[in-house]
């Protein structure tokens, strides 16, 4: 390890300098808790034995491979994704992975499709890491090769890997990746490294147990988790309404409950410092605030959606425009409108958002600081704490432990809890652990919501029923604007509130998609599937009534107007295939409905198979075929299908947050309800064969399952709703 | 206040007020955080633990009422008196492969094992009836049922089976190592996770 040239380094780009002298490091950071220490001066006396090549793979003499997961791990299994890739080049036994995630250093680990930029979001994990942590193994599975070949004194050719073994077959030797682990470290890292034909894998494509592992027994540890020397919980009464300020508060009951040890105001409230976080939120409950509400938000959403419709009555920014949409509807024989509503949505992760932070200091100045919990854009968090704190970002130490589900919460531009929790340290001064604890009303209340938003369309139909023009207008909130990603906002058009919608894949003449961005005080943030949780509703939903009035099967009008979009073709036609679509129409008691969508490069088909009895509407099943290219956990895409499909049943049957002049309404799962077991329908899940590159799979089955519910819904007879969550009950 | 509880089959005090809910004894005074907060209000299950075998939401149970109860949360739960019903659930949810964020899942996994206790055959409908107390954020449901029924199945496999019976009931431990039927997966198996809860019972004293 200590005699590759730097020269060999910079040749390859995924082999990073500043990682090769610090196995001990790459050891021992994800471990949250006192024995992190312990195992950290353990790895620093073994460092020799251990070979780490890179940044993203050790090998230990213990013949563990230990893989440091960049990307978050928040349920949607990147650990289990990531590691399949470095073991399938490693030739390693899968059951000798470990996985690990990564601390934020962006030189080390930013996500490849977003520059210097480390984060997990927009289903990109799969994606970026695909060559990337495939050459990472390749590289380990090299050096080991080249250990045993220089161990056995035979050419490196005459050396085959085969499930964390490695043999030579003439002489019959054989070692194990431990053994070698010492005497790999001194070999020179390759420039170039050979990856696997396809038809070689032998762990992509096939089921592999997960590697997030501890979930099982409790053990797995979660920033909720976290129990450090001295650590004081911290819970915050937050303002009532979006912009109002904290004017006094008096603590003095607050400050009698057992166990509270300090109240300290922050920009956003009043926090409260118990032992314990009964102690912490008794004592939160016994503030009294005065709130300064003379600039906070105070309309309620009705008023919002009246000032939406109005405004989608004008033009709007054009952020799509092909042929002549005014000639198309010229030409048009017959109109259709239509209108759809979509309220706010709260995350509601299981986990309530939290974050433990300690700061260190010298004399009056901070001079580092660290945290552990869940890290989903850790560059961009790293940057505000270091900012908050005047320190540089090297001096903000950030541990990423394992998220209860984060859907896009986690990833905030405005890193709002995460500054929330250094903000308290800050005034407490004490130099001990603070854990923010959100309760679920906190964190229902907080905001950063899916924007509410208000769709508006029109199609022409030319005599024969074929589609002349589209025009589509949508009006909300910008959830870009102001933040460091405000880069996807071009001519005007936050691409986050038009995507889906101005790149329908749909072969019409004559289309034309605006947008209005609407500003308000009501933080809003990306939400599972972002901009096609609103886009891909109203466009598969409107899509079925054009059929309707056009006497068109739904399936066979999507594919004729998909003819230069071959991968939407084909998971629709397995869709249809698997769910008996053509047949069953006809013949079945059952109503189907289906939709389409593309997000995130994944291709994503749905069908709903209702049942109508005399007690209402019953989701019998969901066919649901995906394709995302090379299909790396199977499993693990059909979990994502599955639970994509759940959490958007939620918003089309359940949940929406609203707003009574300015006050969140709702507070916990009694009134922001999501489904439940007995909601769930029955998935059935197929994959498109593919080789095309892999695209993720967190996001893409959200978006699909509402138009599909109201299209079966539709064809089932019950009346059309234009506002989610629909009002029609289920059994 | 002193208070006295019995938790996974230990005697411990605690001295907190009490009116505190138990879950936030058992995860900021015992340490033991494998039972979560999900909501505080009885409406999500994230914090389910049993009391003499029954599941309860221990973030609405004052601390106060459980003196003299006997207590198991999930990291007592495969060697507590339903070690039968929670090793088949856990062995079930690894092999599905249903955890997702896990975040909700000792909570399912207590329930799941409470209900296959109650109902050691329980329906989809049972099912229903008996798990939608317990939220999973991730709909994990479709997989949480399958285990459930995975669980059930292999249960009444070790009862027909008479050399995995006596593994799969029995909590003396001796007998867990001495199975003697090499044939049996299901004993296989069974000795596996009842490995795998020996080394969980080491790294909980760790993580306090
Ligand atoms: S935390 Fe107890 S039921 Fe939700
Ligand atoms: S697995 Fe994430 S909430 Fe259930």
Redesign the pocket.
């Known amino acids: 390890m200590l005699h590759k040239s730097a020269k060999a380094l910079s040749r390859r780009k995924f082999l990073i300098s500043s990682v090769q002298s610090s196995a001990g490091l790459v050891l021992g950071m994800s471990l949250p808790l006192s024995h992190a220490e312990a195992d950290n001066s353990d790895a620093a006396s073994s460092v020799t034995k251990t070979l780490s090549p890179n940044a993203f793979v050790t090998i230990n003499d213990s013949n563990k491979v230990i893989v440091t997961i960049k990307h978050l791990e928040m349920g949607q299994g990147t650990f289990t994704g990531l590691a399949t890739l470095v073991a399938e080049e490693l030739d390693a036994d899968w059951a000798q992975v470990e996985c690990q995630g990564a601390e934020a250093a962006v030189e080390k680990y930013a996500n490849g499709l977003w520059g210097k930029f480390q984060g997990t979001g927009g289903s990109t994990a799969i994606a970026n890491s695909y060559q990337q942590m495939r050459e990472a193994g390749a590289t380990a599975r090299a050096m080991l090769v080249g250990a045993a070949a220089s161990l056995w004194r035979v050419p490196v050719t005459a050396i085959t890997v085969k499930q964390g073994m490695v043999h030579h077959a003439a002489t019959g030797k054989s070692v194990n990746f431990g053994v070698l682990a010492e005497l790999a470290a001194l070999q020179t890292i390759p420039q170039e490294v050979e990856l696997k034909d396809p038809s070689e894998f032998t762990l992509i494509g096939k089921k592999v147990s997960r590697k997030d592992v501890g979930k099982t027994s409790g053990k797995a540890i979660f920033t909720q988790d976290i129990q450090r020397p001295n650590q004081l919980t911290a819970l915050v009464a937050h303002p009532p309404l979006f912009g109002a300020k904290v004017s006094s508060f008096d603590a003095t009951e607050a400050l009698k409950v057992n166990g509270v040890v300090d109240v300290v105001q922050i920009p956003n409230g009043v926090a409260v410092l118990a032992k314990d976080y009964w102690q912490a939120k008794t004592g939160r409950d016994l503030l009294k605030v005065q709130w300064d509400e003379s600039v906070a938000f105070t309309k309620s959403s009705d008023e919002l959606m009246n000032e939406y419709k109005a405004l989608a009555e004008k033009p709007g920014l054009v952020a799509t425009d092909n042929g002549n949409v005014d000639e198309g509807f010229a030409q048009a024989d017959q109109i259709i409108e239509a209108s759809y509503e979509f309220p706010y949505l709260a995350h509601a992760t299981m986990e309530p958002m939290n974050c433990v932070v300690q700061l260190h200091s010298e004399g009056r100045t901070f001079e580092r600081a660290e945290l552990w919990y869940g890290a989903q854009i850790h560059t961009g968090d790293q940057m505000a704490v270091a900012g908050a704190l005047g320190l540089t970002p090297d001096k903000v130490k950030i541990n990423t432990l394992f998220a209860g589900g984060s859907f896009g919460r986690r990833g905030n531009a405005h890193s709002d809890y995460v500054l929330e929790a250094v903000q308290i340290a800050k005034a407490h001064g004490k130099g001990v652990p603070i854990k923010l604890v959100w309760s679920r009303e906190d964190d229902t209340h907080a905001g950063y919501y899916r924007p509410m938003y208000f769709h508006k369309l029109k199609a022409g139909l030319d005599k024969a029923g074929n589609l002349v023009a589209w025009q589509h207008r949508i009006v909300g909130q910008s959830i870009v604007k102001g933040t460091g990603f405000e880069g996807l906002i071009q001519n005007g058009i936050d691409h986050t509130s038009v995507e889906g919608a101005s790149n329908l894949p749909y072969g019409i003449p004559n289309k034309r998609v605006e947008l209005h961005t609407t500003e308000s005080k009501v933080p809003v943030l990306w939400w599972r599937s972002v901009g096609s949780t609103h886009t891909a509703h109203a466009t598969e939903c409107f899509l079925d009534e054009i059929a309707a009035v056009a006497k068109k099967d739904p399936v066979a009008l999507r594919m004729a107007l998909l003819k230069n979009h071959p991968r939407h073709r084909g998971v629709l036609e397995l869709a249809a295939k698997q769910a008996g679509w053509s047949e069953q129409t006809k013949s079945s008691e059952n109503a189907f409905g289906v939709a389409v969508h593309k997000s995130f490069g994944t291709y994503v088909a749905q069908v709903v198979e209702v049942a109508k009895s005399s007690q209402g509407y019953k989701i019998e099943r969901v066919t649901c075929a995906v394709d995302c290219g090379v299909a790396v956990n199977p499993d693990v895409i059909k979990a994502q299908m599955e639970g994509g499909i759940g959490y958007g049943l939620s918003p089309a049957l359940l949940s929406e947050i609203t707003l009574n002049k300015g006050k969140v309404a709702q507070s916990n799962f009694h009134d922001y309800q999501v489904i439940r077991m007995n909601n769930m329908p029955d998935i059935d899940v197929h994959i498109v064969p593919s080789t095309e590159p892999p695209t993720g799979v967190g996001e893409p089955g959200t978006p699909v399952i509402a138009p599909a519910l109201s299209n079966a819904l539709a064809a089932a007879g019950a009346e059309r709703e234009y506002r989610l969550p629909l009002k029609t009950q289920l059994v | 206040m002193k208070i006295s509880l019995d938790i996974n089959g230990k005697k411990q005090e605690v001295d907190v007020d009490p009116n505190t809910p138990l879950?936030w004894v058992v995860r900021d005074h015992l340490n033991l955080t494998g039972t979560k907060?999900?909501?505080?209000?009885?409406?999500?299950?994230?914090?389910t633990v049993h009391m003499n075998g029954n599941p309860i939401?221990?973030?609405?149970t004052p601390v106060s009422s459980v003196q003299g109860q006997e207590i198991t949360t999930i990291e007592g739960v495969t060697s507590s008196d339903l070690s039968k019903e929670s090793n088949a659930v856990v062995e079930a949810w690894e092999d599905i492969a249903v955890v997702q964020c896990g975040y909700c899942q000792s909570g399912q996994i207590m329930s799941a094992t409470a209900l296959l206790k109650q109902n050691p055959n329980p329906t989809d409908q049972d099912i229903d009836g008996f798990m939608s107390g317990n939220i999973c954020r991730c709909a994990t449901y479709k997989r949480i049922k399958e285990g459930i029924k995975q669980a059930a199945q292999s249960m009444k496999v070790a009862s027909i089976n008479p050399s995995s019976n006596d593994v799969a009931i029995n909590v003396d431990d001796s007998l867990f190592y001495d199975v003697g039927n090499e044939q049996s997966t299901v004993a296989q198996k069974t000795e596996s996770v009842n490995a795998s809860v020996m080394d969980q019972e080491g790294g909980a004293d760790h993580v306090a």
């Open positions: 879950l907060f999900g909501c505080g209000m009885a409406l999500c299950g994230a914090c939401r221990s973030c609405v």
